[in-house]
C-alpha cells in the first residue's frame, strides 16, 4: 500500500529517512517493520514563528517499493534528416527550444557566440584574476547562457505549474538532483549545473541537432518581411527560420533590429545594488536564534518588497550562501550579480536590491527611442567601471552609511573576488534610484531586525535584472508582429524573466517554430 501524508515536524526529524519512519511508526500507527521506504514529495520551511517547522508531504511505501524513475522522462526523436529550425543563442531559452525541436521531430541549428560552458569557466576566472572581460565569452555569453554560473534558483512566478514541472523534469533527466522536484524553493547550484547543460547538448547532438560554439549572429536574412536565416561572424550562413534567444545583454542585436528597423520596443527594468550581509546574521533572524540556522537547516533566504513614490523597491534574485560575481559582458563595463554552489554553504548572503524603472523616468535618454533605458544601463555600468578604479573592482558602500550619506572609509570582508572600493553610491549614482533604495532598506529595517546594518554592504550595479527591450511578437503565433519565421525568445525578447520561465518560453517558440516550418 501506498499512503500519501502530510507532516509538519522540526527539521531533524525531516532530515532524515530512518527518523522519518520511525516518527510515521510511532504518530501514524504504520509499521516499522512493514514500512519500506519514505519519499518526500513536497518541501517547505515554515519560519514564522520562534520554532522553525518543516512542512512535508510525504509517500509512504508499505508493503511495497518505490519505482526506480523518480522524474517524468521525455523521449527525443532522430531528427538528423527532418526539416531544419535556427535557434540563436543557447541560454536556457534556446536549450529548451532545441530540446522541444526535437520532440516535436524538426532539427535544430543552435548557434552560440561564446564557448561550451566548459571553456567559458576559464574566461570567467580571468575576469576576476586579471580584470580582463572576453566580450564572448563571460557571466552572459556562452553555452548555458546567463543561468550557467548562476545559483541555478528554480521558481518562477508563472502560474502555469504544468510547464514549470516539465522544465525541472527535463532538468532530472539530465543530472540534476530529484529534490528540485520537492523543494518549494528549488536550486541546482553553480558546481552542478555545468554538468547538467553538458548532457542537454549531448542529447541534442545524440538526436541529429547541430550546435556551433563561437558563432555569432550578425544579421538576420530578411527578404520580403520574412527571415530566411542568419549570416554569422565566421562566414557561415544558415538558412531556416529563426528563434532569436539572445538574452538580455546582447546589445549589439538590439542594436542590429532598431537600425534595420524591425519593430522593437523600450521596456521597464529594475537598477540597484547587490546587498551582501554575512549569511550568519541572515540565518540569526530569519531563524530567529542567535546560534543561526544549526545542522538542519538550509542557509536562510529573505525576500522584501515595498512601494516608494510610485515605484516598486524588492530584494532579487537572492543567493544565500553565495558569492557576488563580476558580470560585465564587455570592457569598460562594472555589473554585479550573484550565485551559489549547490550547498549554498560560504559565509555570505547576497541579493539584488532594485528600484523598478520606466523609459519616462529618464526623459534625457527619450532621444534613444526603443533603445533609451539599455543606453542609460550601458552609461550607468561604464561610470561603476570608473568610480571602481577603471578594473573589475566594484564601488562599495556599508548599508547605513548609505541612509545617512555618508562615506566611511573601510568595509566588510566581501566575496566579490575582484576587490571592492570605498565609494559614495548615494553621490554618483542616480538620485532617482537612491533616494528610493534609502527609504527602502529604513522600511525593510523595520520588518526585520537587525537587517539594516553596517554588516551589510552595498556593491554597485546591479542593472541586468530584466531585459530594457521588446522585441514585439504576436500573442498567438508568437512570431514577430511583422516578420514572418522570426520568434523573439526568452529574456532577451522581453517574455521571461529566469531560467525556468526562459526554459518554458523556449518550448512555447519551439512549438509554434515546429508548426510554421511544418507548414511551408
Ligand atoms: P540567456 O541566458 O542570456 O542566453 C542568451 C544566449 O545567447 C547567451 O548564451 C549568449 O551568448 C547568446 N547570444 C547572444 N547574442 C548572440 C548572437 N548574436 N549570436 C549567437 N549567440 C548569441 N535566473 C534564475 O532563474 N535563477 C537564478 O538563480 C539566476 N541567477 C543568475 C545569476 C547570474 C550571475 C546571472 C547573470 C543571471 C542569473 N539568472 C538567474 C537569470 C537567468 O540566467 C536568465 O534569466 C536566463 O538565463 C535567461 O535565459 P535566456 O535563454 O533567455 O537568455
Redesign the pocket.
Same mark, same amino acid.
Given at each position: 500500500m501506498i499512503q500519501e501524508i502530510q507532516l509538519r515536524i522540526l527539521p531533524e526529524i525531516a532530515a532524515n529517512e530512518q527518523r522519518l519512519k520511525e516518527y510515521l511508526s510511532k504518530e501514524n500507527g504504520i509499521s516499522l517493520k512493514q514500512l519500506n521506504a519514505v519519499r518526500i514529495l513536497k518541501r517547505s520551511i515554515d519560519a514564522r514563528q520562534r520554532t522553525v517547522f518543516v512542512n512535508l508531504k510525504v509517500r509512504a511505501y508499505i508493503n511495497e517499493m518505490p519505482a526506480d524513475d523518480e522524474y517524468i522522462h521525455t523521449t527525443y526523436k532522430k531528427v538528423e534528416n527532418a526539416p531544419q529550425v535556427i535557434v540563436? =543563442?543557447? @541560454?536556457?531559452? &534556446?536549450?529548451?527550444a532545441a530540446l522541444k525541436l526535437i520532440e516535436e521531430g524538426i532539427k535544430p541549428i543552435i548557434?552560440?557566440?561564446?564557448k561550451n560552458v566548459r571553456d567559458r569557466k576559464k574566461d570567467i576566472a580571468l575576469i576576476s584574476r586579471e580584470h580582463i572581460v572576453d566580450p564572448?565569452?563571460n557571466?552572459?555569453? =556562452?553555452? @548555458?547562457?546567463? &543561468?550557467?554560473?548562476?545559483?541555478?534558483?528554480?521558481?518562477?512566478r508563472s502560474k502555469k505549474r504544468g510547464n514549470t514541472d516539465k522544465i525541472l523534469n527535463v532538468f532530472c533527466q539530465h543530472g540534476a538532483s530529484t529534490s528540485i522536484l520537492v523543494d518549494t524553493h528549488p536550486?541546482i547550484g553553480t558546481d552542478k549545473l555545468p554538468g547538467v547543460i553538458e548532457k542537454m547538448r549531448n542529447t541534442i547532438l545524440e538526436c541529429g541537432g547541430e550546435v556551433h560554439f563561437e558563432?555569432?549572429?550578425?544579421a538576420l536574412i530578411i527578404e520580403n518581411n520574412e527571415v530566411k536565416g542568419?549570416e554569422?561572424?565566421t562566414g557561415k550562413t544558415l538558412l531556416g527560420p529563426v528563434i532569436l534567444?539572445?538574452?538580455?545583454?546582447?546589445r549589439?542585436?538590439y542594436r542590429w533590429l532598431a537600425a534595420n528597423n524591425v519593430d522593437i520596443e523600450a521596456k521597464g527594468i529594475a537598477v540597484g545594488v547587490r546587498l551582501e550581509h554575512p549569511q550568519m546574521l541572515i540565518d540569526q533572524i530569519q531563524y530567529h536564534n542567535k546560534n543561526g540556522r544549526g545542522d538542519y537547516l538550509p542557509a536562510a533566504e529573505y525576500s522584501f518588497v515595498t512601494q516608494v513614490e510610485g515605484r516598486g523597491v524588492y530584494s532579487f534574485?537572492m543567493?544565500p550562501g553565495g558569492f557576488v560575481?563580476p558580470?560585465a559582458s564587455g570592457p569598460e563595463q562594472v555589473v554585479v550579480?550573484?550565485?551559489?554552489p549547490s550547498n549554498r554553504g560560504s559565509k555570505w548572503s547576497n541579493s539584488g536590491m532594485v528600484v523598478e524603472i520606466h523609459p519616462e523616468d529618464f526623459p534625457e535618454y527619450a532621444k534613444y527611442g526603443p533603445l533609451a533605458l539599455m543606453e542609460f544601463q550601458e552609461e550607468l555600468e561604464h561610470q561603476c567601471w570608473m568610480q571602481g578604479g577603471r578594473r573589475q573592482t566594484a564601488p562599495a558602500q556599508r548599508m547605513v552609511d548609505f541612509t545617512k550619506g555618508k562615506l566611511g572609509s573601510s568595509l566588510p570582508d566581501s566575496s566579490y573576488s575582484p576587490g571592492l572600493v570605498s565609494s559614495p553610491l548615494h553621490f554618483w549614482m542616480p538620485q532617482f534610484i537612491t533616494k528610493r533604495l534609502s527609504q527602502g532598506f529604513q522600511q525593510f529595517g523595520k520588518f526585520s531586525h537587525g537587517f539594516l546594518t553596517n554588516e551589510a554592504t552595498m556593491i554597485g550595479v546591479e542593472t541586468?535584472t530584466?531585459s530594457p527591450v521588446r522585441i514585439i511578437r504576436d500573442s498567438e503565433s508568437l512570431q514577430h508582429i511583422t516578420i514572418k519565421g522570426l520568434f523573439p525568445?526568452?529574456?532577451?525578447?522581453g517574455y521571461?524573466?529566469?531560467?525556468?520561465?526562459?526554459?518554458i518560453?523556449?518550448e512555447r517558440c519551439a512549438e509554434s517554430a515546429a508548426k510554421y516550418v511544418q507548414a511551408i
Open positions: 540563436v =543563442g543557447a @541560454g536556457p531559452g &534556446g536549450l529548451f548557434v552560440e557566440r561564446g564572448e565569452s557571466y552572459s555569453f =556562452g553555452e @548555458g547562457g546567463a &543561468g550557467a554560473y548562476s545559483d541555478g534558483k528554480l521558481y518562477t536550486h558563432t555569432r549572429m550578425d542568419i554569422t561572424n534567444a539572445t538574452g538580455h545583454s546582447a549589439d542585436v534574485c543567493c560575481v558580470a550579480n550573484g550565485m551559489s541586468r530584466s525568445c526568452g529574456e532577451g525578447a521571461a524573466g529566469g531560467i525556468v520561465s526562459a526554459g518560453d523556449g
